[in-house]
């Protein structure tokens, strides 16, 4: 048995991934509405139209119902993570929780599990991330993810538990290195459709997210990542698939931009709050992320994409 809380994109299709190797799964959504109308349909027409919700997969309302020590992965948006936390703290505690947001938290600088061990500190929090459209996972399409976690032993638990027929897991102890990846592959696909959208072309764009994987490094193992997680599923397998594909939120996000063209406000972008956040702990820590600083400029409207590239392209020359 393993529990989903959040019925988003994403929440629905690991809970739709994880029925299919047979188990019970518990599917949490905060709105009742939303719960009845996903038992009567089969489905998640709000969020994941067109996938059918197996029979093993039940839909809950109340998270108090999952029963005790059973691992509860967490699938609400990384601006709203602390909020189901706050709300949810007694039925949370006690029992291994993932983290399946990507993101760095606005008001506090702290990634994912930062959270939950802040608020929840019986917790062993680990991470999923990695390559991964919702839609992909929910049909069943292959992929391959990193679950970050510092107790080892937790970790192996959580490995063995969350590989499904579609979804071969990788593990590791960086949590930093990982949730890293996660949040600031999210502000270089914000910066690559934009560059797309403005019709800056591919070359500008493989320029953009080598240039941005190196940004992603520099904080990262500033903050005491390892190399090899960056250069993996999390960090560049993730940054490769986000930057390059029209399923990305955030890269049409940037493609509306460099278009000039307004985006429907309802659709989950994280790069947006997040490269803000990464912004801020940048220039605390002193470190250098021009992408990062102009994707913030334009989200601000301070900066056209236009007088971004010529920002970046007439940097002082220096070494790769
Ligand atoms: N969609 C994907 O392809 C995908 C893939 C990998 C990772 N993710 C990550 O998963 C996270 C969720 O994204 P998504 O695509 O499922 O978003 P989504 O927009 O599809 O859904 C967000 C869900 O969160 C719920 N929610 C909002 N505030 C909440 C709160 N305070 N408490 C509980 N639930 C709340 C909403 O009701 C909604 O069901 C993001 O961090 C995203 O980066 C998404
Ligand atoms: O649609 P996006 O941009 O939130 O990206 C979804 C996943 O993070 C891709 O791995």
Not at 169 to 185: C, F, N, S
Not at 229 to 242: E, I, K, P
Request: proline share 5%; net charge negative; glycine share 10%.
């Amino acid at each position: 048995m393993i529990a989903v809380a959040g019925s988003g994109a994403f929440g629905t299709a690991l809970a739709i991934s994880l029925a299919a190797t047979g188990q019970g799964v518990q599917l949490w959504a905060r709105d009742p509405a939303h719960a009845d109308e996903m038992r009567q349909a089969r489905e998640n027409t709000r969020r994941l139209p067109g996938v059918e919700l197996p029979d093993n997969l039940q839909i809950i309302t109340e998270l108090e119902t999952i029963a005790a020590e059973m691992p509860v992965l967490l699938a609400a948006p990384m601006q709203r993570l602390r909020d189901m936390l706050v709300l949810h703290k007694l039925a949370l505690g006690g029992r291994p929780l993932v983290a399946c947001c990507k993101g760095v938290e606005l008001s506090t600088g702290l990634g994912p599990t930062g959270i939950i061990e802040e608020l929840i500190p019986s917790a062993k929090p680990a991470i999923l991330t990695g390559p991964s459209f919702a839609t992909d996972i929910a049909h069943g399409l292959p992929t391959a993810l990193t679950l970050a976690c510092r107790d080892r032993d937790a970790g192996r638990a959580l490995q063995q538990a969350l590989t499904t027929p579609n979804l071969r897991i990788y593990r590791t102890t960086d949590t930093v290195g990982a949730e890293l990846g996660g949040a600031v592959k999210n502000v270089i696909a914000i910066a690559s459709g934009a560059v797309m959208g403005a019709g800056l072309g591919e070359s500008a764009r493989a320029a953009l997210m080598t240039r941005g994987f190196a940004e992603m490094q520099r904080m990262a193992l500033e903050l005491g990542a390892r190399p090899d997680t960056l250069a993996g599923l999390s960090g560049f397998g993730d940054l490769a698939l986000t930057c390059t594909s029209e399923q990305s939120r955030n890269y049409r996000y940037g493609q509306s931009l460099g278009r000039g063209e307004s985006f429907d406000a309802d659709i989950t972008v994280e790069g947006a709050a997040t490269s803000r956040a990464v912004l801020d702990q940048a220039r605390e820590m002193k470190i250098d992320m021009p992408i990062t600083e102009a994707v913030v400029a334009m989200l601000d409207g301070t900066l056209q994409l236009r007088q971004a590239m010529e920002m970046l392209l007439s940097r002082p020359l220096k070494e790769e």
